[in-house]
């Protein structure tokens, strides 16, 4: 390896957890979905060929060896991703990368506005424990937020909304949550993966948390920095009218129950997502 790659000082495991941990489904026959605890990641591409899948998102803190498993039970020994693409940056996302990627000897992308919190470059804004929104919220000054550095193995996704590696789909940048949030979309057949755009279980609740109950709900809300651009980010999504929605918490959602719920999250955002009170819901972001 040419460069060290490094995790931020406050990196660690976290002792969260959820009903849901530890499993996997197919939610199509290319596109399986692990649970890491209260993450998800994605695998996708046919389970025939075990180097042309593409990961998406890299699980929490301390869980690469689990991926990697999980990877070679569905692809086979020699399973190797050709790239791995990241949603955004956050630590529940990234927690296992460096290790996959000394592993894996893989390729990162992930959108350009996102690549200096990958690079050790820029800090994401601290949680906000203050935020309307229970006892996650209250734990989140415990998240990590320093920035992990990937040095030249990551890279931007090309401007042009394609994917490396990833032929049918296409990225789009879904920002509020972070900057450089971003989801892919296939439209042959409407399947979206859609980071912490909008997610499937209020991350707020511990205890929804924990069992996963279903409820559409926008970005968590104690990193969500920009709302305006959320909900923008929920408009653009909810107008692709996807047929399938893996998000980066909860179960996945398809059918009429996504249709109905994507629409009424697209419309009735501030009602449903914005917090009422919280440091960055006024927009002076301080
Ligand atoms: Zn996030
Ligand atoms: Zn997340």
């Not at 415990?142 to 040095?151: K, M």
């Not at 042959?188 to 499937?200: E, K, M, P, Y």
């Not at 980010?233 to 179960?251: C, F, N």
Request: glycine residues 8%.
């Amino acid at each position: 390896m040419s460069e060290q790659m490094n995790y931020g000082e406050d990196y660690k495991f976290i002792p969260v957890t959820s009903v849901m941990s530890g499993l996997g489904q197919e939610v199509t026959s290319d596109i399986y979905s692990l649970t890491i605890q209260v993450v998800n990641l994605c695998m996708v591409g046919n389970t025939n060929h075990s180097q042309a899948w593409t990961l998406i998102d890299a699980g929490m803190p301390k869980s690469a060896d689990k991926i990697i498993h999980e990877a070679e039970n569905r692809f086979g020994t020699d399973a190797r991703p050709n790239a791995i693409v990241l949603t955004h940056g956050h630590f529940d996302h990234v927690g296992a990368i460096i290790e996959l990627i000394e592993h894996w000897d893989v390729p990162v992308y992930a959108h350009e506005l996102e690549i200096p919190y990958l690079t050790g470059v820029k800090s994401y804004p601290a949680p906000d424990p203050t935020v309307e929104g229970g006892l996650v919220a209250k734990m989140s000054p415990y998240f990590p937020n320093e920035p992990i550095n990937l040095g030249s193995h990551v890279k931007p996704l090309p401007s042009d909304g394609t994917v490396p590696s990833m032929l049918e789909w296409n990225w789009i940048h879904t920002p509020g949550h972070s900057p450089g949030h971003i989801s892919l979309y296939r439209q042959s057949d409407g399947a979206l993966i859609a980071g912490d755009a909008f997610v499937t279980v209020k991350q707020e609740s511990l205890f929804k948390t924990l069992v996963q109950d279903q409820e559409i709900s926008g970005p968590p809300r104690y990193l969500t920095t920009d709302w305006q651009q959320a909900w923008d980010s929920v408009k653009k999504l909810s107008d692709l009218k996807p047929q399938i929605a893996i998000t980066g918490h909860g179960m996945p959602m398809k059918g009429q129950e996504l249709t109905d719920n994507l629409t009424k999250l697209a419309i009735d955002f501030d009602v449903i997502a914005i917090p009422k009170y919280g440091r960055y819901v006024d927009g002076s972001q301080n």
